[in-house]
């Protein structure tokens, strides 16, 4: 059994071995009476011991650095109800504790909790961290940069002078062609001269003269 896998769940006496975990909750299995049951997120809160940490004078220390202590120390601990004998345990095993932050109600829980890991025989040590081991790459040759051939820019008017000589030695002069006559619009009506009126006949050339007859005798 690892220690990374113990866990405290508020509200149930003892420590529980994390089997798996769900959304809503997670299935852990009691160190004191082997029982497995479901646990649910919205009524108990889980913490890992390994992720547990302890006040003291300076910085935070992690709940194995107690545990370790504790081991190291040869007389045995005190009685859960001696708040007294617990708080003088304490002092002696691990001095540096904020005894103002740090309650007896928590010195009670890490007795307790330190005789059951012992209890079965649990290795108190905190899990190494997994590095994962990143390819080697290859170096990259870098090749020299490409320098483009920039050509200089002509004034835009000589550019644009230059570009009509070219289109018209490029195109064939057109051969002139005779414009035909324009034939006149058909608005315009042809009139033709009409011949001037001949000028009456004198009074059909004058009347003859009447013939006298001669007066009878």
């Known amino acids: 059994m690892e220690y990374s896998k ?3 769940v508020t509200g149930l006496p003892g420590l529980y071995e994390l089997i798996s975990s769900k959304n809503d909750g997670a299935i852990v299995r009691s160190l004191d009476d082997k029982s497995t049951r479901f646990v649910s997120s919205r009524i108990h809160n889980f913490s890992h011991l390994e992720s547990i ?3 003291t004078d300076g910085d935070n220390v992690n709940l194995v650095e107690v545990f370790e202590a504790m081991q190291k120390n040869d007389g045995t601990a005190p009685d859960e109800k001696d708040a007294g004998g617990i708080k003088a345990y304490f002092e002696k095993v691990f ?3 904020d005894f103002e932050r ?6 009670k829980k890490m007795i307790k909790w330190y005789g059951i890991l012992k209890a079965h025989d649990i290795e108190i040590k905190l899990s190494e961290p997994v590095e994962e081991e990143q390819p080697v790459k290859e170096p990259v ?7 483009k051939e920039v050509k200089a820019e002509k004034p835009k008017k ?3 002078a230059e570009e009509a000589k070219e289109e018209t030695k490029a195109k064939p002069k057109k051969e002139e062609k005779e414009t035909p006559a324009k034939k006149p619009s058909k608005a315009v009506k042809e009139t033709k001269e009409e011949p001037k009126a001949k000028p009456k006949k004198e009074k ?7 013939k006298k007859t001669p007066k009878k005798k």
Do not use: G, T
């Not at 740090?102 to 010195?107: C, G, L």
């Not at 040759?141 to 320098?147: A, G, S, T, Y």
């Open 6 to 8: 113990i866990v405290s």
């Open 53 to 55: 940490e302890v006040y």
């Open 95 to 97: 001095p540096r504790i």
């Open 102 to 107: 740090v309650y007896n109600s928590d010195m």
């Open 141 to 147: 040759k870098e090749e020299p940069p490409k320098i």
């Open 158 to 160: 000589a550019a644009k």
């Open 204 to 210: 059909e050339e004058k009347k003859a003269p009447a």
